[in-house]
């Protein structure tokens, strides 16, 4: 089957298809005979590795969380396809049609464990200030001993495995190896789709390569201190969350979640919160990042990386569609850029990520049809809704929901309940290299040399579509100074504007004023090799609340003022905030959009921008004497332009 065969099955098959017996309601509980720990021991003994501190580690914490049984993954097709199997017969994994999604499975969380949990991630430098204002800091002895006592038999009754991850192509320069250690087949499935896993990892750790040590446990041993059993349930979690970074030995802990970023330990815990750490003291950057290749109707070829917060536009930006000719998006990472000077001076970039963990909601064949193809088949799904004939929906998939839908929590769904058949957070996890404009190098172990770097955010009001740094200096205060409205990516309030410098505030390993200082630095490193600094915003809205700016394939206009601005060819205007298309310079040809639109789209409230003013005053303060006077220069010439602005 292709996936074109796929995609458009997807609006047009009849909601009542051919009878799916897997999509009826699963049972809450797991029976206890369905808890037998299927053998998928091709790699589990002896010991996959004769890694001699690997294997130690290993026992040590085996010693602590008290597994059944260890299983040391090979990261084979056979060990994927053994624990799917498991997980299906227990009730975790639904099957989806394999008509309609080809090796796919469908995962309903609790509803208690449904995105990243911030008030519950920590930072553990030795000392306060290095983590900073914005992290949540515990002294690591006192989180040490918390945590032998949260993990203290937390694995009893389940399986331990332990999962070899490289970050970035195994043995390339920038690239990092770490293991996690997890008693979730679920993880370990995400893992395998979301890192290279598997036996040549081991072979780099026997090597002497450096690994990050990370831990994982959902919290709900089978065996309780007395040495009573209890059944297993469909989603287990706990209620108690920690997602603990110790930066400094390169340590993860993370405990009580089963979900996305909170047990893919090698993504936001590793190649973000650790990652960022180690750029910082080896003079590189971990950013939580787009990459693109982008070609223009000239044949130029420039390279982008673009931070946005979560849930707010990456995956979109990454898997762009021209809508105008001559110009072509490639893939090459949606969510995480490691970026290093190379020999020749310019900044480099790799995505160390393996696949894509991807919201759902709003993903349709309008807006991001490539993801919609990339995701044909081989994909897990997490919380989406489930139609009748076995395949998935989620809201934005398709105009009108199909009848009969199963919703995330696994419950008969209608319209009239008003509620979103899937969670606003429900993800798709799957290879990268199923997207069908990944670029062909996107593994290149140098990675690719970068030409603009771009900063946004959710915004309904005050940020123009797009503007561009007048220096590096400007570009780091545009990134510092990012706010954006929250999103259902983390628990908490959705749509409330909050400061999210860098797109990095639930990432970043250190103290946030200090990754200013070192993005400063790394400028006056690369000096005229560094990137041109550009801000943009999809979202700001008009009257009544609508997008001003149709988005997502149209966002190649803006890319291709910022190819013009890199080209010398577009010209700009000045304002208080940064410089600004002029006017005629954004290619509209082939849109309608009103000019009142467009004006609005460009506007800047004198008013609104000098609250803005204060406001970041304000936020900076919080940071004392570490935030770079460089910024605060920027900041005094940005008020001094408003205030004699006419
Ligand atoms: P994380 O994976 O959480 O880091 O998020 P992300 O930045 O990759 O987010 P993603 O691209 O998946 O965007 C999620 C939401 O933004 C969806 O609801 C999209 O519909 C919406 N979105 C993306 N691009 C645009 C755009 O150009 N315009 C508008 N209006 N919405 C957009
Ligand atoms: C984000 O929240 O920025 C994500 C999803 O990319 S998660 O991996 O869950 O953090
Ligand atoms: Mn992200």
Redesign the pocket.
């Given at each position: 089957m292709n996936s074109t065969d796929v995609t458009h099955s997807t609006s047009d098959r009849n909601a009542t298809g051919p009878d799916w017996p897997e999509a009826s309601v699963p049972a809450a509980r797991v029976s206890p005979a369905s808890r037998s720990h299927t053998d998928i021991s091709c790699a589990s003994v002896p010991a996959a590795t004769i890694d001699p501190g690997l294997v130690a580690w290993v026992a040590g914490i085996a010693a602590l969380t008290k597994p059944d049984h260890i299983v040391w993954c090979d990261g084979s097709r056979r060990e994927a396809d053994g624990l799917t199997k498991q997980l299906v017969a227990a009730g975790k994994l639904v099957r989806l049609n394999p008509q309609w999604r080809p090796n796919s499975y469908l995962a309903r969380t609790d509803p208690r464990d449904v995105a990243r949990v911030e008030e519950s991630t920590f930072i553990c430098s030795p000392r306060e200030e290095d983590a900073g204002p914005t992290n949540n800091w515990r002294d690591p002895r006192d989180m040490r001993t918390e945590l032998r006592g949260v993990f203290d038999g937390s694995m009893k009754g389940r399986t331990m495995y332990v999962v070899p991850f490289s970050m970035g192509p195994l043995g390339g320069g920038i690239s990092q190896l770490g293991v996690q250690l997890t008693d979730s087949p679920y993880a370990v499935l995400s893992m395998g789709i979301m890192t290279r896993t598997g036996e040549r990892v081991y072979r780099l750790i026997e090597a002497g390569e450096p690994w990050m040590r990370t831990v994982h446990s959902v919290g709900y041993p089978l065996v309780d201190g007395l040495g009573r059993s209890r059944d297993d349930v469909v989603w287990p979690c706990n209620d108690t969350k920690y997602i603990v970074q110790f930066p400094d030995s390169r340590e993860v802990w993370s405990y009580g979640s089963g979900y996305g970023g909170n047990a893919i330990l090698a993504k936001k815990c590793c190649a973000l919160r650790i990652a960022s750490v180690m750029a910082r003291d080896e003079g590189w950057l971990a950013e939580?990042m787009?990459l693109i290749r982008l070609t223009s109707p000239a044949g130029a070829v420039y390279h982008i990386a673009a931070a946005?917060?979560?849930?707010?536009?990456?995956?979109?930006?990454?898997m762009l569609r021209s809508t105008i000719r001559g110009w072509r998006v490639e893939t090459i990472g949606?969510?995480i850029a490691w970026m290093r000077p190379g020999s020749d001076g310019r900044l480099y970039a790799i995505n160390p990520e393996a696949g894509?963990?991807?919201?759902a909601?709003?993903?349709g064949e309008a807006?991001?049809p490539t993801?919609i193809e990339t995701i044909w088949g081989n994909t897990i799904f997490t919380n989406v809704a489930l139609r009748p004939d076995g395949d998935v929906w989620w809201e934005?998939l398709t105009d009108t929901p199909p009848a009969g839908l199963i919703d995330w929590e696994g419950k008969p769904w209608s319209e009239a309940s008003g509620r979103p058949a899937a969670h606003p957070?429900s993800?798709f996890t799957v290879a990268a290299s199923q997207c069908p404009q990944i670029a062909d190098d996107w593994e290149k172990h140098d990675g690719v040399p970068i030409d603009a770097i771009i900063f946004g955010g959710?915004r309904a009001t005050n940020v123009p579509l797009v503007t561009a740094a007048t220096s590096w200096q400007h570009g780091v205060f545009l990134g510092a100074t990012v706010s954006s409205e929250t999103?259902a990516?983390a628990d908490g309030t959705v749509g409330e504007l909050r400061r999210d410098p860098f797109?990095m505030l639930p990432f970043c390993g250190y103290n946030m004023a200090d990754h200013w200082g070192h993005w400063l630095k790394m400028g006056e490193l690369l000096g005229e090799r560094a990137p041109q600094i550009f801000r943009v915003n999809?979202?700001r809205t008009g009257v009544g609340g609508s997008?001003l700016?149709?988005?997502?394939g149209?966002?190649v206009r803006v890319l291709a003022w910022i190819v013009d601005r890199l080209e010398g060819k577009a010209t700009a205007v000045e304002s208080p905030i940064g410089l600004i298309p002029a006017p005629g310079e954004l290619t509209l040809d082939g849109l309608e959009i009103p000019d009142a639109a467009l004006r609005e789209l460009f506007h800047i409230d004198r008013g609104s921008w000098l609250a803005e003013c204060d406001l970041t005053e304000t936020f900076f303060t919080r940071f004392g004497d570490r935030v770079p006077g460089a910024l605060y220069h920027e900041l005094a010439r940005m008020r001094a332009a408003l205030t004699t602005m006419r």
């Open positions: 939580h787009l946005f917060p979560s849930a707010c536009g990456k995956t979109n930006l990454a949606d969510d894509f963990f991807g919201v909601p709003g993903t807006s991001n993801a934005g957070n993800r959710r999103t990516a797109a999809w979202f997008f700016w149709p988005g997502y149209e966002n």
